[in-house]
């Protein structure tokens, strides 16, 4: 591969690269081991899993996981059109609001991404615009599963995400569900509609006070009775009253506006929600790749030792077939 564009993170950076053999382009994260705590070990690590393990057009799609010279490295789909918190930063700095059936294509297009999720068993845990990427034709896709979990109970006490993303449960220190996406999604909804974060304040203790007064800023005004009803629903105070992902998709106000996603979308969506259904579990997530993302996560405690990972990670997945840098890595260790 070669590099074709350098973007730094914390705790990683991230590549725009080009593959020789197909002529793609991909995202690389690397990640230094050497520099990673072993909680942040742990969610790449964990990251890769998910990521391999899921199918969906509305996911950031997996390619290949590698270790090498103490680089831990993941090659995604490469999205083109940027992510949705810069897109909503331009349109507020030029005053212009999102058009209604914008607003709901985006926000359809990642619930359908969180139903194949929950429908695996698996907990976002921090959906917030910069974590949902846009394709060159603006199809929307939700990625950065580093600190997601996949729930082999109902709850978990984790409390990892973007704070004022974060539901009323988690300021009581309650443990958190499925509901706490939804959470999420209401506020994501809530910032398509008025190109600011919902519950964002100087003071983090004024915003837990007004989380748990159950204060919810009202939508503007243009929009209509529909979308003030769907953010109501998913700004419910109260966790359990909160609709299920399934739920949303079946209210009346939502299937009104079901036809704005782009019908080969919807087929696709469909057809991987069916495969990502509870029922079919083993079929969505690779055999090998389930207990290990049930079970505590372990790293190896040794620089020397990270590159024992290319003999359990996940396999290559390519369209286009062709040379892998596993493979390549595999035959130099021989």
Not at 8 to 25: A, T
Not at 82 to 111: H, K, M, N, Y
Request: hydrophobic fraction near 40%; glycine fraction near 4%; proline fraction near 7%.
């Amino acid at each position: 591969m070669c590099i074709v564009l350098y973007l730094f993170r914390e705790h990683s950076h991230k590549y725009k690269v080009e593959r020789l053999s197909d002529g793609q382009r991909y995202a690389l994260k690397v990640s230094d081991v050497d520099r990673l705590s072993p909680q942040s070990a742990c969610d790449v690590v964990r990251e890769i899993g998910l990521l391999a393990s899921l199918d969906h057009p509305h996911l950031v799609q997996y390619h290949e996981s590698f270790v090498d010279q103490s680089k831990l490295c993941i090659i995604t789909e490469y999205l083109s059109g940027g992510d949705l918190a810069t897109l909503l930063q331009r349109r507020r700095d030029a005053c212009q609001r999102l058009p209604e059936p914008q607003v709901w294509s985006a926000f359809l297009q990642i619930t359908l991404a969180v139903q194949a999720l929950h429908r695996a068993h698996i907990l976002h845990r921090d959906i917030k615009p910069q974590n949902v990427l846009l394709t060159s034709q603006g199809a929307l896709k939700l990625g950065d599963l580093g600190i997601a979990r996949i729930l082999d109970k109902v709850f978990t006490r984790a409390s990892s995400g973007t704070p004022h993303y974060m539901p009323p449960e988690f300021w009581r220190r309650q443990p958190c569900s499925y509901s706490a996406d939804i959470w999420a999604l209401g506020c994501l909804l809530h910032e398509l509609c008025s190109l600011k974060p919902c519950f964002l304040r100087s003071r983090q203790a004024d915003m837990e006070a007004e989380l748990l007064r159950g204060e919810i800023p009202a939508i503007p005004a243009r929009y209509s009775r529909d979308l003030q009803s769907v953010v109501r629903a998913l700004l419910h105070p109260d966790a359990a009253t909160r609709p299920t992902v399934d739920e949303v998709l079946a209210m009346p106000e939502v299937g009104r506006h079901v036809h704005l996603v782009p019908a080969a979308l919807r087929r696709a969506a469909s057809g991987s929600s069916a495969r990502s259904s509870s029922e079919a579990l083993p079929s969505l997530l690779f055999p090998s790749v389930l207990p290990a993302l049930l079970a505590p996560l372990s790293v190896p405690s040794r620089l020397a030792d990270w590159e024992t990972l290319n003999d359990i990670m996940p396999p290559p997945r390519y369209a286009s077939g062709g040379d892998t840098v596993t493979a390549a890595l595999r035959r130099r260790r021989a």
